[in-house]
């Protein structure tokens, strides 16, 4: 049957006929509803010692864009420009008022959720930053370093980006800093033994310090950060959840999770939510107003809380959301101010240097197919600047790098890609040189349907394919018209390709018997309707073999063996479909003209033994979500194959 996109149930043709087996079903109990974990983070400012001053109800925090230092040439933006925009934990981003979209991590399967954003200082760009310090550029956004492929001691929690742009600092629980680009590194609270863990940080006006708030309102300040007063020594009703800078850098408020409000320095106080009457305890961020005359709070729920001068652009309260909210960037005062052209000093020639050329990067990012890709290799030592080259190996198709040093481009091909890298410095008469080998992992790129999980190979034409599956078993007590099936196929995995040649096995409850379900293998080639195979046998926990190849032009052969009780049947069909994908899937199949509700599987559905012919890596991964709900999700592919199971959370592999 064909993959379904969310909101777009494929039609069939209904099953009849069908000579059953009857199988008991495991008396496990009920499959627990997969809850949603709400992250709430954001961005704040420091300090340790002395108590508050001009004392509001308290309040979140959020970190928030002080807007960059002056650059070559005036910044071509609106004078009158205001707006906002949104993140939720999968990466999803909602824009309001002149903020732009620029993309959004919201399609991709990411390995940690996001936990903070912060905007360019255009606001034509932005960046998205996960909890494992995973970084996503859009628009403008450069690409400087991640924590990504680091073993962290606390999760990230925040981010802040430099005045200019060119590189962002991330902050982790403990307060620990990690300066990429042109952030400078001022300190971290990353050897201190800390209270109450870190939730967020604001950088300085000139990006030459930075602040770092603590949940209990502890403030600590590096670089040239003021200190205005903290909350560290007053009991709070509710944890502070982040803290926004004012735009001269003279003072700052901290929010707390019932968006109460804290004002320190020339801070002023605008009100809170409690003090408006609103009672809900899920405010994740803060951000100042342009002119720092009022300010903003968000709440998991996507409200948007406007006080002061601060305007109401919209907000997401109301509608659903596949995450929650976590975090909220608001175009800063730089980027509304008008422009001031500014004269820089020329450049300098640089000095010879005997220090070694040190390749500084010791690994990269994983890619994913059909995403944009970027990412900056460095290197230290020797004499700037640095020429790279590739001399041997290949980068993922649809990969580039340049003699800076900057691999980007959109990866079309799924696998390992390895390769040496080679760099040169300016050192004259004899320029230094250093050599590293780096890999870059290309996953599948990630498909949502509701009625597919699994892998789907492209770019054919292909002429064969194979796969072992093991076959699951119900739960008891589920509705008689859920089902679940597994099979191998070509064709139907792409969009308006009606055309599929397939076979499998399909599992269903019994209506007379909540204790039993039936196990019925079948083989099918679209638009006709699904052939029983009534000569053989199949049971839960078998492993079964299907095996579909081209034997001549348009005459195509069908097999599916029990491996485990040595059945088999086999059949010789015309087939004409284009042949353009094969694919390996657990499916919740069609009834009567519609999609069913997927039956609840255990154990795991495992695929082995998986072939194509001719060979392709090009994959596509499948998850199916249902009413909003994910519940069927593959295991990444490896060499052994890959596993499915029912629910949210994607398995081990084989």
């Known amino acids: 049957m064909d993959p379904a996109p969310l909101g777009s149930p494929a039609k069939g043709e209904p099953k009849d006929?069908?000579?059953?087996?009857?199988?008991?079903?495991?008396?496990?109990?009920?499959?627990?509803?997969?809850?949603?974990?709400?992250?709430?983070?954001?961005?704040?400012?420091?300090?340790?010692?002395?108590?508050?001053?001009k004392l509001a109800p308290i309040a979140d925090v959020k970190e928030v864009d002080c807007g960059p230092t002056p650059t070559n040439g005036p910044m071509a933006v609106a004078s009158e420009a205001t707006g906002y925009w949104l993140v939720a934990s999968d990466g999803g981003i909602f824009t309001f008022g002149d903020a732009g979209f620029y993309g959004s991590t919201g399609g991709i399967k990411l390995n940690k959720p996001i936990v903070g954003m912060a905007p360019t200082p255009d606001g034509k760009g932005y960046w998205l930053v996960a909890s494992d310090g995973g970084i996503f550029t859009f628009g403008d956004a450069g690409f400087y370093g991640s924590?990504?492929?680091?073993?962290?001691?606390?999760?990230?929690?925040?981010?802040?980006?430099?005045?200019?742009?060119?590189?962002?600092?991330?902050?982790?629980?403990?307060?620990?800093?990690?300066?990429?680009?042109d952030a400078g590194f001022y300190g971290s609270t990353g050897g201190i033994v800390l209270n109450k863990p870190i939730v967020g940080m604001a950088p300085t006006l000139d990006g030459k310090g930075y602040w770092l708030v603590a949940s209990d309102g502890g403030i600590f300040t590096f670089g040239d950060a003021g200190y205005y007063g903290s909350t560290g020594d007053i009991k709070l009703n509710k944890p502070i959840v982040g803290m926004a800078p004012?735009?001269?850098?003279?003072?700052?408020?901290?929010?707390?999770?019932?968006?109460g409000i804290f004002?320190?320095?020339?801070?002023?106080?605008?009100?809170?939510?409690?003090?408006?009457?609103?009672?809900?305890?899920?405010?994740?961020?803060?951000?100042?107003?342009?002119?720092?005359?009022?300010?903003?709070?968000?709440?998991?729920?996507?409200?948007?809380?406007p006080f002061g001068d601060a305007s109401s652009e919209g907000s997401m309260l109301g509608t659903p959301l596949n995450r929650p909210i976590v975090g909220f960037a608001a175009i800063s005062a730089t980027q509304t101010s008008t422009p001031q052209p500014v004269t820089t000093p020329p450049p300098t020639t640089p000095?010879?240097?005997?220090?070694?050329?040190?390749?500084?990067?010791?690994?990269?990012?994983?890619?994913?197919?059909?995403?944009?890709?970027?990412?900056?290799?460095?290197?230290?030592?020797?004499?700037?600047?640095?020429?790279?080259?590739?001399?041997s190996g290949s980068l993922p198709t649809g990969l580039s790098i340049s003699p800076t040093g900057v691999i980007t481009g959109t990866p079309s091909t799924s696998g390992g890609f390895a390769f040496t890298v080679r760099v040169a410095d300016a050192t004259t008469p004899t320029a230094q040189t250093a050599s590293t080998t780096l890999t870059i992992t290309v996953a599948a790129s990630i498909e949502y349907s509701e009625n597919w999980s699994g892998y789907v190979a492209g770019n054919g034409p292909f002429t064969g394919v194979n796969g072992t599956f093991t076959v699951p078993t119900l739960y008891a007590g589920e509705p008689s018209g859920d089902r679940v099936t597994e099979w191998v196929g070509i064709d139907g995995g792409t969009s308006g390709d009606t055309s599929l040649i397939q076979a499998g096995v399909e599992e269903y409850p019994d209506p007379s018997d909540p204790d039993l379900f039936y196990i019925q293998p079948w083989w099918e080639i679209l638009p006709a309707?699904?052939?029983?195979?009534?000569?053989?046998?199949?049971?839960?926990?078998?492993?079964?073999?299907?095996?579909?190849?081209?034997?001549?032009?348009?005459?195509?052969?069908?097999?599916?063996?029990?491996?485990?009780?040595?059945?088999?049947?086999?059949?010789d069909q015309t087939y004409t479909g284009p042949e353009s994908t094969a694919e390996w899937i657990v499916e919740a199949p069609e009834l009567n003209g519609e999609i069913t509700t997927l039956a609840p599987y255990t154990p795991d559905v495992t695929f082995s033994d998986l072939g194509i012919s001719p060979v392709n890596t090009t994959l596509a991964e499948f998850i199916m979500v249902q009413a909003a709900s994910q519940v069927s999700t593959p295991s990444v592919l490896t060499s052994s194959g890959f596993n499915v199971a029912y629910g949210d959370t994607a398995p081990a592999p084989p």
Not at 249 to 256: D, H, R
Request: with cysteine.
């Open 246 to 259: 004012t735009p001269d850098g003279n003072g700052y408020w901290l929010v707390a999770s019932d968006g």
């Open 263 to 305: 004002t320190f320095g020339d801070a002023g106080y605008h009100g809170s939510e409690p003090g408006a009457g609103v009672d809900i305890d899920n405010v994740v961020d803060i951000a100042a107003s342009p002119s720092g005359d009022g300010y903003w709070m968000e709440g998991s729920d996507g409200r948007v809380s």
């Open 351 to 391: 000095l010879a240097s005997t220090s070694p050329l040190i390749i500084a990067t010791s690994g990269l990012p994983d890619a994913t197919v059909g995403v944009v890709y970027s990412t900056s290799l460095a290197a230290s030592g020797g004499t700037a600047p640095y020429s790279w080259a590739i001399t």
């Open 529 to 571: 309707a699904q052939t029983n195979i009534t000569s053989m046998t199949v049971g839960a926990g078998n492993e079964v073999t299907v095996t579909i190849g081209q034997i001549s032009g348009t005459e195509w052969g069908i097999t599916l063996t029990d491996d485990t009780n040595g059945e088999s049947f086999t059949t």
């Open 17 to 53: 006929g069908w000579k059953l087996t009857r199988h008991r079903r495991a008396l496990v109990g009920v499959v627990a509803s997969l809850s949603l974990i709400t992250l709430c983070i954001a961005v704040s400012t420091r300090n340790a010692e002395s108590g508050a001053t």
């Open 147 to 181: 924590t990504g492929a680091f073993h962290l001691n606390k999760p990230i929690v925040g981010m802040s980006a430099t005045p200019d742009g060119k590189g962002y600092w991330l902050v982790a629980s403990d307060g620990g800093i990690f300066a990429f680009g």
